[in-house]
């Protein structure tokens, strides 16, 4: 890797959704890290600029064992990722009941549909029983959604047709938040 400007002047091209290209030759691993909490990294050092950012999460890819890449059209490099490239930060919805639409907006201001192709998908944090949601940006990218707005998503929640399950309208389907089953 030549260095940072070198590798966003080559995404350039590429658009929300992925790069629209083949992958180019494999550079290695590239000191680049996404902790957590969603904050990139570069030799350990917070990225300063969120347009470079923004510019480097269009170009990322999740090969089939999981390992998360930057791949532009003149060279693809590993990258670190903690848990998913992406955070929910807030829901947005419009409509009421079952004609409501939920947007999921991202960390770097990606707007998400709740829709079938964009599941939501709940894991349970290590040893507890808390709810982790997740929601799927694009390809398999994933986006954590972060507490307060896992907490508007529930706020906008109802019970399903089965009076057991809990979860909201969006796009037509009923989305499954959780359990209403007594000890879940």
């Known amino acids: 890797m030549t260095d940072l400007e070198d590798i966003a002047r080559a995404a350039e091209p590429a658009k929300k959704g992925g790069p629209p290209f083949p992958w180019p030759d494999i550079c290695g691993t590239f000191d680049i890290r996404i902790d957590y909490d969603g904050t990139w990294f570069y030799m350990g050092t917070p990225f300063n600029r969120m347009k470079l950012v923004k510019l480097l999460s ?82 398999d990218l994933e986006a954590r959604i972060l507490r307060s707005a896992w907490y508007q998503l529930v706020a906008r929640g109802v019970t399903g047709a089965d009076g057991r399950t809990f979860g909201v309208w969006s796009a037509g389907a009923f989305h499954p938040l959780g359990s209403l089953d007594e000890g879940a």
Do not use: K
């Open 58 to 139: 269009t170009v990322i890819r999740r090969d089939d064992d999981g390992e998360y890449w930057l791949v532009t059209p003149v060279e693809a490099g590993r990258i670190t990722v903690e848990d998913v490239p992406f955070m929910g930060v807030e829901v947005l919805a419009e409509g009421e009941g079952e004609v409501q639409q939920i947007t999921i907006r991202t960390n770097l201001d990606d707007a998400v549909p709740l829709d079938a192709g964009h599941p939501l998908r709940i894991e349970e944090a290590s040893g507890t029983d808390t709810p982790v949601p997740y929601i799927l940006v694009r390809d």
